[in-house]
């Protein structure tokens, strides 16, 4: 079983910046999917990035340019750093990871960003 934690969520100003943080209980080494997603107020979840072993990264349109994922194997954890933030980047952010055909979610951080 994987434990996920994410934090550095917050409220932050439209063009501000936030790094989030997912912690894994163990080693993410053998993880071949790295995702975060995020869920605004009476939407569906929704893909933002992932990053997969080979370090292959992909973002949804709405986020290039603005959002970078990574992953620090020996810390055991996945950063998404975002950028030019928008009001519309509001939302429930959360980090997924895919072992060995197993989905762990983290509980989730909330970004606020206001206009």
């Known amino acids: 079983q994987v434990q996920l934690v994410e934090s550095g969520g917050g409220l932050v100003q439209a063009g501000g910046s936030l790094r989030l943080s997912c912690a894994a209980s163990?080693?993410?080494?053998?993880?071949?999917?790295m995702r975060w997603y995020r869920q605004a107020p009476g939407k569906q979840r929704e893909w933002v990035a992932y990053?997969?072993?080979?370090?292959?990264?992909n973002y949804r349109d709405s986020v290039k340019g603005r959002f970078t994922i990574s992953r620090d194997n020996a810390k055991n954890t996945i950063d998404l750093q975002l950028n030019s933030l928008k009001p519309e980047d509001t939302a429930v952010y959360y980090c997924?990871?895919?072992?060995?055909?197993?989905?762990?979610w983290g509980q989730g951080t909330q970004v606020t960003v206001s206009s």
């Open positions: 997924n990871v895919l072992i060995s055909a197993n989905d762990y």
């Open positions: 990053i997969r072993d080979g370090g292959v990264t």
């Open positions: 163990t080693s993410i080494f053998s993880a071949r999917f």
